[in-house]
């Protein structure tokens, strides 16, 4: 570094000590180079930063009324101020006073008399590492910033990856329209509701509940590998093409045991999307599929689902029945506390059901995608007969 030529402007040093004479001593070393503020008292000082922060502060120690020790103290328990560098003067010369100088947070101690050429030297020295090191932390909060933009980016295409997915077999089902905008609120209402439950909160966690609603959508993902002819047929499904029907979780839980293998580290995104996929036709009786698994064996993210997945079917228009009203589906749910469903989760399901309907309001099919989904059935009708 040439001179002083890497500051753009003068730097401010501000020197407080109680004798003039010094004062005068630190402006004659320092004037030609820097603008000099001065303190005849440590209470001065502080009333001088508080209103400007200077770039370096000379320090005396024995002062009335208030010592340099305390004048330090003050300003390093401040954030705004407690990276300015301070340097001690005085003519203090004990190791002791010049150990509690440095550890209350002083870069540099110098003794009286000074010498000019290492006043200056110093100085320099610790405004040029002053300037390094506020460069360094703004280079270090750019880059926070474009981190934080990368992963806020990144998030954006895991949902949309997310929900195209899901699409993707929502579009070879004609029945299920909005149903996994639907499926993905209610399941993020009930885990918010129950994040504070004994039973649920060690899952249920602000992060995880994230997790939920974003890996929700993929909890059909498996139908894509269901044949047509028994995907979109009308009518009941043979006691054969049910048990068919019947693997789709399978399906939807290998998809994504494969993705996982692609990737080098563990997720809670895939592990509960695969939860969810493989786990929310499973009952609590232990009557349910794919493993008539049972109780608290059920993940916690599948038997959310699972409540979900079935108002929504019930209160959406099939091509088997009409949409059930509201207050029905509350009735078939909470018939089937204990047997098809967690207990638990019925109850909180029972007292936030009102909010469902109005998820279900929020997201209904448009006309627009009933008359698509008829003309999908009849031409698939077609294609079975003659298949």
């Known amino acids: 570094m040439n001179g002083m030529n890497q500051f753009p402007s003068k730097p401010v040093i501000l020197t407080v000590d109680d004798t003039p004479a010094n004062i005068d001593v630190v402006k004659g070393v320092l004037s030609a180079e820097f603008l000099v503020q001065v303190a005849l008292s440590g209470k001065m000082a502080l009333k001088i930063i508080e209103k400007t922060a200077p770039d370096l502060i000379l320090l005396d120690i024995m002062m009335p009324e208030m010592d340099g020790y305390e004048v330090c103290r003050r300003i390093k328990a401040q954030d705004a101020l407690c990276d300015i560098p301070i340097i001690f003067v005085t003519a203090m010369t004990d190791v002791e006073d010049e150990a509690r100088g440095l550890s ?32 360094l932390r703004r280079q270090n909060e750019i880059l ?20 195209a997915m899901g699409s993707l077999a929502e579009a070879r089902d004609p029945e299920t329209g909005n149903h996994i905008r639907r499926t993905q609120h209610y399941l993020k209402l009930l885990a918010n509701h129950l994040k504070d439950h004994p039973r649920f909160r060690e899952v249920l966690s602000p992060e995880n509940v994230t997790i939920l609603f974003k890996s929700a959508p993929l909890h059909d993902i498996g139908k894509v590998g269901v044949p047509d002819y028994i995907l979109l047929k009308r009518g009941k499904l043979t006691d054969t093409e049910f048990e068919q029907m019947k693997k789709h979780p399978l399906y939807g ?32 009786d232990g009557s349910g599929y794919p493993e008539g698994l049972k109780g ?6 599948a038997r959310l689902m699972a409540v979900a997945d079935v108002y929504d079917a019930l209160v959406s228009r099939r091509v088997y029945k009409p ?24 109850d909180a399901f029972l007292e936030i059901s009102t909010a469902f309907q109005e998820i279900a309001l929020n997201f209904t099919d448009s006309e627009e995608s009933l008359m698509a989904r008829e003309k999908m059935l009849h031409l698939s009708d077609g294609v079975v007969s003659s298949g």
């Open 296 to 301: 608290d064996a059920i993940p916690v993210s």
């Open 104 to 135: 209350l947070g002083a870069v540099d101690y110098m003794t009286k008399p000074l010498s000019p050429s290492i006043l200056l030297a110093r100085v320099k020295t610790h405004l040029e590492l002053k300037q390094s090191r506020d460069l």
């Open 144 to 163: 926070e910033k474009k981190v934080v933009e990368r992963t806020r980016q990144m998030e954006e295409l895991q949902d949309v990856t997310m929900v």
């Open 323 to 346: 949409p059930f009203s509201h207050e029905r589906a509350v009735d078939i749910i909470r018939e089937s506390r204990g047997s098809h469903f967690d207990p638990d989760v019925v």
């Open 253 to 284: 839980r290998d998809a994504i045991v494969s993705a996982e293998k692609s990737i080098s580290y563990a997720t809670n995104f895939l592990l509960f999307a695969k939860e969810i996929a493989f786990s929310h036709h499973e009952k609590w």
